[in-house]
């Protein structure tokens, strides 16, 4: 089963999302999860408006997608009952967007609690907040590098 693509946050009210380098980014990741059929999960912050459109318009007319809304950073919870009830994949997850401390961080951390398996696509997110030290977080569970800076968690 192909690895679900989970795309965070992706709002216009995240200042992240608006980065272009990470617009495009995100936009490679989608077209690669249609071309292996994957499950695509847009997850949203309740109240704050859709993903941009440019992504809906993309995925217009493909079957496996679907959006999730949460009301809290980690957005685990709501990625893994969607892809469940949809067929996707729930062991290996693909994550990317925005920020990267917060929401990216707190949903890679509850998936691997869950025990899925989780690749972080580098280039596909993005952090407005100044630490500067963004994937600080991440690294006890970090695994290696694969050569497309994609962080491998296992
Ligand atoms: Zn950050």
Wanted: glycine residues 6%; contains cysteine.
């Amino acid at each position: 089963m192909p690895t679900t693509l989970a795309i965070v946050d992706m709002q216009q009210a995240f200042a992240a999302s608006m980065n272009p380098k990470t617009v495009i980014a995100v936009g490679k990741e989608i077209e690669k999860a249609k071309k292996r059929n994957a499950g695509i999960v847009l997850i949203e912050y309740k109240k704050v408006g859709r993903t941009h459109a440019v992504f809906y318009e993309m995925l217009d007319g493909y079957e496996n997608v679907v959006r999730v809304l949460k009301g809290k950073n980690d957005g685990s919870d709501v990625l893994l009952r969607a892809a469940m009830k949809n067929g996707f994949n729930t062991r290996k997850v693909r994550v990317c967007g925005v920020n990267t401390c917060y929401c990216v961080s707190e949903t890679v951390t509850g998936l691997l609690n869950k025990g899925a398996k989780v690749e972080v696509i580098k280039d596909a997110c993005h952090c407005n907040c100044s630490a500067r030290s963004c994937w600080k977080n991440l690294q006890p569970h970090f695994k290696h590098s694969l050569q497309d800076r994609t962080l491998m968690f296992l």
